[in-house]
């Protein structure tokens, strides 16, 4: 009887080969039924008989959609944390040390235990935020002027760290120049603002000998303008700078514009030196010119507008925060003497001519100017004789000035200086010249005390402050 299948087991292991089977198609085999098992350990298989394998075993050519399992060795990956390579975490999970100037989408701050300061000068600048790890007082810097930076807090506390307005100062007091019973012309002195103390000579002097100069100052530079010779009376056209920093010697930096060189009305801007008024053609005609000098660039002052009158012996104030500089009192000689009793002010931001705002308690010249956050103040002058008065007026509004106090004594031609809290008269003269540092609150109106002495007894000298 035939059988209907052969069997496995009636085949012996050698008696069949490939050239008793022929071919084997792909469709004889059903899937899944040739394993691991069916072949011999010792069966070369060429790679292209299987899809999907590189060519050659040495090369990485193999279709990576191909491998769906496993680990693949760092070593056999391009890592590194140049361009184009793959940046591998560090044992803890960390990425390596990559310059962050390569990070994108991502915001730096500054973190330290303290607030920062105007001088800490952001390299990154508006917009830097700073915070502080100790308060936990987050800090932008909204004006990255170097020397002079503004940080504004944005975080829960407050106390913007700013300069404080260059209308008032806040370590020293400078006298430029002067006539007295010294040779003092030459000069410059300082007194601190923030303790009573006599007056200490700065160590360098001015370019020429000076009195009846102009004071202005920015946040790094004292300047005295003009001015006339002290024993010969000739007019002085040179603008001093000297720093604030250093006992360094003034530096003539320009001239002044021909009409006003001396005994002028001196008020500062931030960015500005300006001069209203001041000796004219002829001499006691006095002028109407308002000019201006630069800060930020050394150079000869130009002609900005007019004063509403010719005056000279005049008084300045500076409201930086309101944006105008002030012309108060002053003198005219033509065919009799006038003495001006007017407060006129003038734009910083853009160049103009003044207008009135109020009037002085009384007519006079030669006061000395200071200045709060809120007020201009004159104190002393004459009409003659000398007074003592000390009187102020709101720079905000147009209301007159009002008498609130007075010097130890009649004075005229002093030198005015103005810290945060205090206005400080110094020197002056009436029959002889005074050598007391005198100052006056602006919280609490009254009387001026003596709280120092400058170096020798001295008038019509430069006011500055620091």
């Known amino acids: ?127 830097t935020e700073w915070v502080n790890t100790t308060s936990g007082e987050i800090y932008i810097c909204t004006d990255a002027t170097a020397g002079a930076n503004v940080w504004t807090n944005v975080g829960a506390g407050t106390g913007d760290i700013a300069p404080i307005s260059t209308s008032q100062g806040t370590q020293y007091g400078f006298l430029g120049g002067g006539y007295g019973s010294a040779a003092i012309g030459l000069n410059i002195q300082k007194f601190s603002l923030t303790s009573d103390a006599n007056a200490t000579d700065y160590g360098a002097d001015l370019s020429t000998s000076k009195s009846y100069a102009g004071g202005h100052q920015n946040f790094f530079y004292g300047y005295t303008a003009g001015g006339q010779h002290p024993s010969t009376g000739v007019q002085i056209n040179v603008i001093d700078k000297f720093p604030f920093a250093s006992s360094t010697t003034a530096s003539d930096v320009g001239d002044i514009a021909a009409g006003a060189n001396d005994q002028f009305a001196a008020a500062s801007s931030t960015t500005y030196g300006y001069m209203a008024g001041g000796v004219g053609s002829p001499v006691y005609d006095g002028t109407n010119q308002i000019a201006k000098f630069s800060f930020t660039s050394d150079g000869n002052s130009s002609d900005v507008g007019n004063l509403i009158n010719q005056r000279y012996r005049s008084s300045g104030n500076s409201h930086i925060d309101g944006g105008y500089g002030y012309h108060s009192a002053g003198s005219r ?126 008038y019509e000298c430069a006011g500055i402050h620091q």
């Open 1 to 127: 009887m035939a059988l209907s299948r052969i069997q496995k087991a009636q085949i012996a292991a050698d008696a069949i080969n490939a050239a008793k089977l022929g071919t084997v198609l792909n469709v004889d085999i059903a899937d899944g039924q040739i394993t691991t098992t069916h072949i011999n350990a010792s069966a070369a298989i060429a790679a292209t008989k299987i899809a999907g394998l590189a060519t050659s075993a040495t090369t990485d050519t193999t279709n990576a959609s191909n491998i769906g399992s496993g680990t693949i060795a760092n070593a056999r990956l391009d890592t590194g944390t140049a361009a184009n390579k793959l940046v591998v975490l560090d044992g803890s999970g960390k990425i390596p040390a990559v310059d962050g100037s390569l990070l994108t989408g991502v915001e730096s701050f500054t973190k330290s235990a303290s607030d920062p300061t105007i001088s800490t000068n952001p390299s990154t600048g508006v917009g």
């Open 333 to 458: 000689y033509s065919g009799s003497w006038a003495w001006d009793n007017t407060i006129q002010k003038y734009a910083f931001a853009s160049d103009g001519n003044a207008v009135d705002v109020a009037d002085l308690t009384i007519g006079r010249e030669n006061p000395a100017g200071c200045d709060s956050t809120t007020y201009g103040y004159q104190a002393g002058g004459q009409n003659p004789p000398a007074v003592d008065r000390i009187e102020k007026h709101q720079f905000t509004t147009t209301n007159n000035s009002t008498d609130v106090g007075n010097l130890l004594g009649t004075l005229s031609y002093g030198a005015g200086v103005s810290s945060t809290t205090y206005g400080y008269f110094c020197g002056g003269y009436w029959g002889s010249p005074s050598n007391v540092i005198q100052k006056y609150s602006y919280s609490s109106d009254g009387n001026s005390t003596d709280v120092g002495d400058i170096l020798s007894a001295m």
